[in-house]
Structure formats: structure tokens, C-alpha cells
């Protein structure tokens, strides 16, 4: 179940749709996105897949306003992220997990989760804090709230960054490669937070090389390649009679290491 608050101010964003259409990013000389289009409806579990370098995280990045699109339409939320006067209307209700996960190690793991509630929703503490303890339980660390961060492994200190996100009651969630920075037998905690996430119907997009995670989890993969969408399906068509060669080749190296 999903954290609300009844006092908030009502949303701007009226829906979880995200819709990109003739999409270019350029860094310099660089084109790192050469017209892409991409649709994720509500409740879908859109994952990203491709070689480091294909464009995903910066096609992620647009997607919640944290890059600008050069050209191209970008919808998120009903929200016109191209008209710059309405962009900001998406700010706080969507929920971003990065690889690093930038925990203040000054705080409790409440006190990260509920910075953002009191300093940007305006929460009373008491409110704040009852929304961050149920944040917590939701991704299974509510013994952890007074602990500061270094008491952490890594796998708890990305779940706490996941609560920080869900006790904002985003419309949907964006996760930038959540697992890379942590040892082999912590990813299973933080991907099975996620999975119930996709359980319960939350709208995501996620950016990952954790295959078994797209796999199994995914309604639909994408494989992104040289900054354009190569192939897209259902995780069984995509993994299992994957049409591109380039597809192909990328699952056969990823799939045998």
C-alpha cells in the first residue's frame, strides 16, 4: 500500500503515463540520442537494457527532468516536460533511485528519509517522521530507523534511498543502474523491493544490467543501442527470439559471463 497524505496539495500529475516522441540528446559532439520514441503506460514495468554508452541512463535523466531534451516531446504525468514553464509541475511526484545512494551520513536513516517531507512537502515532524517509519517497513527496515548510514550494508543503505523516494508518494519510480554499486549477494534485497514495487502496480522505469531482474520482472524490455531503440517486447520475445543482430550479440555476451 502506498503512503498518502490527505493534506497535500493536489497533483499536478494526473496520470503515470510517460510519453517521448522524436527524443535527441547531444553532449558536445556527441549524439547521445538520435530521435527516440518510447511509451510506458500506468502501472507498466518498462526496463532498459544495452551496452554502456547506448543512452539509457540519459533517456532515464529526461524522462524525470533531470536532463533536457534538445529536441522532441516529452510527456511525464500528463506534464509537458518540453514546455519549460510547466516542467516543474512534475517535481516531487516522481521518485529517483541512483546507483550512489547519496545518504547524509549525519542522519538516521528516518532523518534521510524525511529531509525531503519536511523541508520541501512542509510536514510537521510528527507527520513526517509516521510517513518515514511506514516508508521504511515498506522496503523492510524498520528496525534500522535510528541507524546512520554507516551502520548499513549497502543493500540496506539503497533501500533506505528507496524509502526516501516512496515517502514522497511518487506517481512513478526511475531507477538508474539501483544495483551496480553493491556486492553480488546484496542485489537480491534491493531487487525484491522492486519487485513487489512492480507488484503493486507502481508505474517504473528502470535502467539496469541485472538481466534475471528484466527477465522475470519486466512487462516490457528495451534494448537501447549507438543512442536509438533497437528492439523492444516482452521479456520472453526479447531474451528468448531476441530479431536484431545486435540484440543477439549483446544477450549472448551478457548471458555466458
Aim: charged share 25%; glycine share 10%.
Amino acid at each position: 500500500m502506498m503512503i498518502t497524505d490527505s493534506a497535500a496539495p493536489q497533483k499536478a500529475v494526473t496520470t503515470s503515463r510517460i510519453s517521448l516522441s522524436g527524443v535527441h540528446k547531444r553532449f558536445g559532439d556527441l549524439e547521445v540520442l538520435k530521435g527516440v520514441d518510447i511509451d510506458v503506460e500506468p502501472g507498466e514495468v518498462v526496463v532498459l537494457i544495452g551496452a554502456s554508452g547506448s543512452g539509457k541512463s540519459t533517456l532515464l535523466r529526461i524522462m524525470c527532468d533531470l536532463e533536457r531534451a534538445d529536441s522532441g516531446d516529452v510527456w511525464v504525468g500528463g506534464v509537458p516536460l518540453h514546455d519549460r514553464k510547466r516542467a516543474p509541475e512534475i517535481f516531487g511526484h516522481v521518485g529517483m533511485v541512483f546507483q550512489q545512494f547519496n545518504l547524509f551520513p549525519h542522519k538516521t536513516a528516518l532523518g534521510n528519509v524525511t529531509l525531503a517531507l519536511l523541508k520541501v512537502r512542509k510536514l510537521s515532524r510528527t507527520d513526517a517522521e509516521e510517513r518515514g517509519r511506514a516508508a521504511l517497513t515498506r522496503v523492510g527496515l524498520a528496525d534500522k530507523a535510528d541507524a546512520y548510514p554507516g551502520m548499513l550494508s549497502g543493500g540496506q543503505q539503497q533501500r533506505v534511498a528507496i524509502a526516501r523516494a516512496l515517502a514522497m508518494d511518487p506517481a512513478m519510480m526511475f531507477f538508474d543502474e539501483p544495483t551496480s554499486a553493491l556486492d553480488p549477494e546484496l542485489v537480491g534485497e534491493v531487487t525484491g523491493v522492486m519487485r513487489s514495487l512492480a507488484e503493486d502496480g507502481m508505474t517504473m522505469v528502470v535502467v539496469t544490467h541485472e538481466m534475471r531482474f528484466a527477465r522475470d520482472t519486466a512487462d516490457r524490455v528495451v534494448f537501447m543501442d549507438g543512442g536509438v531503440v533497437l528492439e523492444q517486447g516482452p521479456p520472453e520475445q526479447v531474451f528468448g527470439r531476441p530479431a536484431e543482430p545486435r540484440t543477439q550479440q549483446f544477450l549472448h555476451r551478457v548471458l555466458d559471463t
